[in-house]
């Protein structure tokens, strides 16, 4: 009996060592054609194969470049599958009875075209569903029998219908591209990338386990791992196949998440996803549940600060394209906030039918979502006091209407940059589709209380319409600087003082934004100033008439780069973001400024006429009229010895620049007239000289003398005066 086993062995070992000869030595090449055709009848597709090599340790069965077309009623210019090459691994043994067992394949960087029509109908519900004819059996190539199953009832290579399916103790995929397109629901094509996986137990109508790994291309190492058990396969409906396992995501940005699970997310939110879901299908029924970490949320562009935990369950419908959430509860910053509703796919943006709600949210994570749509406040300012919400979500992901209220309490603006803090009691905001409307509700800084309202009609267009208004009634000037800082006024960082403001001011008309500049240019009103020790930082006004007047030199003035106002009164009419003034008066240790013209509060530019009458007591400091008339070249001396400097400023309130105003000296030496220091507007004064060119002294000291008169002139006189007595 052993020499039996000896001989049976070394039998074995003949015919193995025979079969391997004959695997290195065969052309397999020679029969390509033959096995391309019967694999195009196989799979009812269109084929192409490369080259083929057949291995012996392990035995292995090679073919490069290989490509399976689409069906052709998908009219698509890509292949359904492609391959740089396919690995085949099969069983030595069975060969004996003339029999190839597949153990394995291998696919290299393949790509697979998954597409649904119209009808939602799948590209590879045809595939190989042509049943096989006498004459397609009537050769049996190597390669057909690739397609072999493991089905104990089934004539081999296909299964009672006379389709052909196949089993794999196991598939793996190295580097591969899955892309998807729905033309059912119109949603773009989705390529999912760099896709590694082992599936094990392969076999449509079983279940298998699939352990797949993708790491999308972006930022970072990305990474989104899929495990679980699937199958057994509805070839007519893929999505009703069970699969119950695990999502892992580790450092996926959320853009890439969107778009991996056709979740639909804004497009202007950002983040990095870590995060661990179950997942469990039932007839096209996918239920998620599990918990992520958003880490570096960003919001339109604005840095919420703080990341995000969320907590989930939502339900797929995967043939409807609709996802259920039954519960997702995040954390803005301490605040849980919870959203149940719908989320509609299909074509993007998806459309939103949601319910949230929060507890008592700190007014400071308020503000940071306020910012990312573009109610912003100044940097550095900071805000306490609570919010809380209860909201519908309506339309969609883009431009979603909202139903709901938002009420605050006890909000309190501060900062280093505002001269006091701001409180606001309470503000309640209601809104409805189409309209944003407060109550009126009181702002109030130190002294001053001010009342304002608004309503914004049509939010969801790309030009909503503003109605704000602001009511303060002597009003003082910290207060009103505090809140145009707060809301980051340009220029107001510029101003500091004491006194008092009227101001009645309404912002009504479409706007592009909540920003500062798109509320001030819909800005009308009138503001009525009364107001003591300013300063006015970025310019000194007195230094700059120094230079436009021509005595600086004398003057011996250095840039300060500040100006001292002691006092300012006037009016201001505003209308359409553009401020107007014609009796803007300000009192400086040099003399007194009158102001007119016009300032445009967006861009900050300026057309004013500014008319310095330089008062005795500083013309005196500079040695008086005597001292100082040769080195003006751009003035004139009132009957009063005050020097009057016309100039006109330009440029803008942070770098105004100031110029000579030829023009209205011209005017006023023609008239013989010029302002005072009573009336810096109007010209009521004569002219005691014009100090022009180096000639002023001398004709002021001329004009001031009594002209001595000539002999003839006299005797005139004394005829003349004579000639005027009355008889007696």
Do not use: C
């Amino acid at each position: 009996m052993r020499r039996v086993g000896l001989i049976a062995s070394a039998v074995v070992a003949i015919i193995i060592i025979a079969i391997g000869v004959f695997l290195i030595r065969f052309d397999i090449n020679r029969y390509q054609s033959v096995i391309q055709s019967s694999l195009e009848q196989r799979l009812a597709r269109k084929m192409t194969l490369g080259e083929m090599h057949l291995g012996l340790l392990p035995p292995r069965f090679r073919v490069q470049d290989i490509s399976i077309g689409d069906d052709p009623s998908f009219s698509t210019q890509r292949p359904f599958i492609q391959a740089q090459e396919l690995d085949v691994s099969f069983k030595l043994l069975p060969l004996l009875k003339k029999s190839l067992l597949i153990d394995s394949l291998t696919l290299l960087h393949p790509r697979l075209e998954l597409i649904k029509n119209q009808r939602g109908v799948w590209n590879f519900a045809s595939l190989g569903s042509v049943p096989r004819t006498s004459e397609q059996i009537n050769v049996r190539p190597l390669a057909v029998a690739l397609m072999q199953p493991l089905q104990s009832n089934a004539t081999p290579g296909e299964n009672q219908s006379g389709e052909v399916h196949f089993a794999l103790r196991e598939l793996k995929i190295h580097d591969g591209e899955i892309a998807i397109t729905n033309l059912q629901s119109g949603s773009p094509r989705r390529v999912y990338d760099h896709i590694d996986a082992i599936v094990q137990g392969l076999s449509p109508d079983r279940p298998f386990s699939l352990d797949a790994i993708a790491r999308p291309s972006g930022p970072g190492n990305q990474e989104v791992h899929l495990e679980g058990k699937i199958g057994p396969v509805v070839m007519s409906q893929p999505a009703n196949t069970p699969f119950h396992g695990t999502l892992t995501l580790r450092q996926v940005a959320l853009a890439t998440l969107t778009a991996f699970l056709n979740f639909p997310i804004s497009r202007n939110t950002e983040g990095i996803v870590f995060g661990e879901s179950d997942i469990e299908n039932k007839a096209g029924k996918m239920v998620l549940q599990g918990k992520m970490d958003i880490q570096n949320p960003r919001l339109r562009g604005v840095d919420l600060g703080y990341s995000i935990p969320v907590q989930y369950v939502v339900t797929d419908d995967l043939a409807g394209s609709t996802i259920t959430i039954h519960s997702i509860v995040l954390k803005l910053g301490t605040t849980p906030v919870e959203i149940s509703g719908k989320v509609s796919g299909g074509q993007p943006p998806a459309q939103l039918d949601l319910q949230a709600k929060t507890g008592k949210i700190s007014a400071a994570d308020a503000v940071r979502l306020a910012a990312a749509y573009g109610i912003a406040l100044a940097s550095g300012t900071n805000v306490t006091g609570t919010a809380s919400a209860n909201i519908n979500l309506k339309g969609t992901t883009e431009n979603p209407r909202v139903d709901g209220s938002i009420v605050a309490h006890d909000v309190q603006i501060s900062g280093k940059d505002l001269p006091q803090a701001l409180h606001v009691p309470a503000v309640n905001l209601a809104f409805t589709p189409s309209t944003i409307q407060s109550d009126n509700f009181a702002i109030i800084s130190g002294a001053t209380r001010m009342s304002a309202q608004m309503t914004v009609r049509q939010y969801l267009s790309s030009s909503p319409f503003v109605d704000a208004t602001l009511n303060a009634h002597n009003a003082q000037l910290p207060g009103i600087l505090s809140l145009a800082r707060a809301y980051g006024v340009a220029g107001a960082d510029k101003v500091s003082g004491s006194g008092v403001i009227n101001l009645d001011a309404r912002a009504t008309g479409p706007v592009k934004g909540f920003t500062s500049p798109q509320l001030l240019r819909a800005l009308n009103g009138a503001v009525t100033l009364d107001l003591k020790n300013i300063r006015y930082s970025g310019t000194d006004i007195g230094y700059q008439l120094a230079t436009v007047g021509g005595y600086l030199g004398k003057s011996k003035q250095s840039d300060q780069g500040y100006t001292n106002i002691s006092k300012m009164t006037g009016k201001i009419a505003v209308k359409n973001g553009i401020a107007q003034t014609n009796d803007l008066e300000a009192l400086l240790d040099i003399g007194k400024l009158g102001i007119t013209g016009t300032a445009d509060l967006v861009t900050q530019a300026l057309n004013l006429q500014l008319t310095a009458v330089l008062s005795n007591t500083f013309i005196d400091r500079l040695g008086g009229l005597g001292g100082i008339g040769g080195l003006l070249n751009t003035a004139l001396a009132n009957n009063q010895g005050e020097v009057i400097i016309p100039a006109t400023v330009s440029g803008t309130f942070q770098n105004p620049r100031f110029t000579p105003d030829l023009q209205r000296i011209a005017k006023m030496k023609l008239k013989g007239l010029v302002p005072n220091s009573n009336d810096p507007f109007s010209a009521v004064s004569g002219i005691l000289g014009g100090i022009l060119g180096g000639k002023g002294s001398a004709q002021a000291e001329e004009q001031s003398k009594p002209k001595k008169q000539d002999t003839v002139e006299q005797l005139l006189d004394i005829f003349r005066k004579k000639k005027l007595q009355p008889p007696k």
